[in-house]
Structures are given as C-alpha cells and as structure tokens.
C-alpha cells in the first residue's frame, strides 16, 4: 500500500458501480439505474477513504461519485482521463478500447507476465498482454446475461435460462435443456476463443478469469485458469502507486 491514506478504487461498468477500499478489504457492488447518492453518501461515511481511482467504460458514469467525492474534500483521479494506460498498446484503435480491458490486463500482467484476461461482465472480453508487458488485445463476445437474453428474444415460447441451475446431462426437460445449452455453451464460447487467441499468440500463457459471471463459467469449462475477481481493482490500485 502507499503511504498516501486509504484508496477506494471504483470500477463503474453498465450494470453496476464496484467499490473496493485497499487494506480494509471493504466492498460493495451498487446496481445502477437509480439514485445512488444515499447509499454511496453512506458508504464513503463508513469506509472514509482519502482518495480514489476510478474507471468506467460509460460516459458520465462517474459524474455522481465525482460530485459526492468533491464535497468531502477526496480527490478523484479517472483511469484512461488522468492516469493514461502504462502499457504499450499493439492496438490499431486506442481509443475505442475499453479502459477495463487493459487494467485487467496491467494487473494480470504485474503477477504472471504473459497473461490471457477473460472478464465476463456485460460483455466478455479475452485479452492478450505479452511478457514484455505489450497488450496485443482480442476477441469481444456477448457476456452471459446477453447469450441468453438473445435466445430469450428470439425464441421467446422457450422457458428463460436459469443461470445458477446445476447442468444436466443429457437434459429431459426444456427448462434443463435451455440451462445446458446456454451455460455448457457460453463456457465452449470462452473456451474456443481462449484456445484461438493461444493458437495465434503462439505460445503459452496464464489465463486468468474475473467479473461477474466468473463463477457460472468456471463451472462449466474445461479452462485451467487463476480465478481473480478483483482484477481490475488491482489494476486501478497499480495505476494508483505507479502514477503517484
């Protein structure tokens, strides 16, 4: 940890703003599409940070946490606006890329070297970074809630996926039927675009998994991978030390 107080690190996606406070392991994921004010007014009260990181991949999604910040005198710095990306970007459109995907890609870097992210949140992303530290960036595929949400929408007299349902195969019911195929599905999804990045990457490299829907992939996959589901929070913290 620096020695420059306690650090909340925010990692504002579409669906949810995630807090972490370094040291005191303190967390809370606040849904968004509400007024978050009150129980983040009450959260900064109980964790008393003295400064924040943050990141998001929608614009203006910070504005709220920004503001609350600013009236208790904390500073907040944003990744990509006022700390930019540390690692040399083999990528041919900067930016459009997700500030997400390249601090999952600094911290996993920063543990294992040459590093393969997969983060499934609203959308899955699988990344590469090298040992040299060079991300080389990779596939992005519809996260877990929208594979299914897709079959929803098109075949809608089906019944709706079940995302915790315990697979079974084979299936011999439609309810079972639709969990397995959405679930053992996305996982084969992950799995193919895990081995095609390798395959091109040539050459060997730690997989590492994380956002939300970690857990329902880990499940249902053959992958040999660390599981890390504050990724990105070690990321936004390495941006902290590195750019003081």
Avoid: K
Avoid at 15 to 22: A, E, R
């Amino acid at each position: 940890m620096s020695d420059q107080g306690t650090l909340l690190t925010v990692d504002r996606g579409n669906s949810t703003l995630d807090c972490l406070v370094h040291g005191a392991g303190r967390r809370e994921r606040f849904p968004v599409g509400g007024d978050l004010r009150g129980p983040l007014l009450d959260y900064l009260a109980a964790v008393r940070p003295s400064r924040c990181v943050a990141a998001t991949v929608v614009p203006g999604g910070l504005d709220v946490l920004g503001e609350l910040l600013h009236s208790r005198g904390i500073g907040l710095r944003i990744a990509g606006r006022d700390l930019p990306c540390p690692l040399p970007l083999d990528y041919t459109t900067p930016a459009t890329l997700g500030v997400d995907r390249w601090l999952g890609a600094l911290a996993a870097h920063r543990r294992f070297g040459r590093a393969v992210v997969v983060d499934c949140g609203s959308a899955t992303t699988v990344n590469l970074v090298e040992a040299d530290g060079t991300f080389r960036g990779g596939p992005i595929a519809p996260g877990l809630r929208a594979f299914a949400a897709g079959l929803a929408a098109v075949t809608p007299a089906l019944p709706a996926p079940r995302l915790d349902a315990a697979v079974v195969m084979p299936p011999r019911s439609s309810p079972d039927a639709v969990d397995a195929g959405v679930l053992v599905g996305y996982g084969g999804l992950v799995e193919r675009l895990v081995a095609e990045l390798l395959r091109g990457a040539r050459g060997p490299a730690q997989v590492v998994v994380t956002g939300g829907h970690a857990g329902h992939l880990l499940r249902n996959v053959r992958l040999r991978a660390v599981h890390l589901d504050d990724l990105v929070h070690q990321g936004l913290r390495l941006l902290a030390e590195e750019r003081p």
